[in-house]
């Protein structure tokens, strides 16, 4: 990677986690996004990351490419983080429907509670996740699907 594209990268490892964050960047373009996928393809393919972590902490808005880029990954057996996400990168959509928290700051990208079932059958479960008001008790995890899921 050219020392240009470094001076803009924060890079971490903590054992089999790798942590990345661009340099207090609010919004992300192309470019941004290319040189994710380039330092995430790198840490992934060649140095053989198995969980992977982006920093958030300065960003206020995420191209939808880069759920659709991680999520490629997941499908592939990746684990995902994102770390301490601002309160409107939290809101975005595909944000809300697949990260799930796992202590403060900290996100796995999960879709297990809707992996099997069909197209159709997911987005009822997200459209009853996001418009209906939950029971104190029970989390968006917890929300049953009334369907069973496809094949069964």
């Known amino acids: 990677m050219n020392r240009k594209k470094r001076q803009r990268l924060n890079l971490i490892t903590d054992g089999q986690l790798a942590i990345v964050a661009l ?9 941004d996004l290319a040189l ?3 330092v995430l393809t790198d840490l992934i393919e060649r140095e053989r990351y198995h969980s992977i972590a982006v920093d958030l902490k300065t960003v206020k808005y995420i191209p939808s490419g880069f759920f659709g880029m991680l999520y490629e990954w997941y499908e592939n057996g ?4 994102l770390h301490s996400p ?3 990168v939290e809101q975005m959509l595909w944000f809300r ?8 700051g900290t996100f796995f990208l999960n879709d297990e509670a809707v992996r099997h079932h069909t197209p159709g059958q997911q987005v009822e479960y997200h ?3 996001f418009t209906t008001d939950v029971d104190p008790g ?5 929300v049953e699907l009334n369907a069973q899921p496809a094949g069964s």
């Open 23 to 31: 340099d207090n960047i609010e919004i992300w373009d192309g470019a």
């Open 78 to 81: 990746i684990d995902i983080q």
């Open 97 to 104: 429907m697949f990260f799930r928290s796992q202590n403060a």
């Open 36 to 38: 994710l996928r380039e």
């Open 127 to 129: 459209k009853q996740e």
């Open 86 to 88: 601002q309160p409107n």
């Open 138 to 142: 029970k989390t968006p995890d917890t």
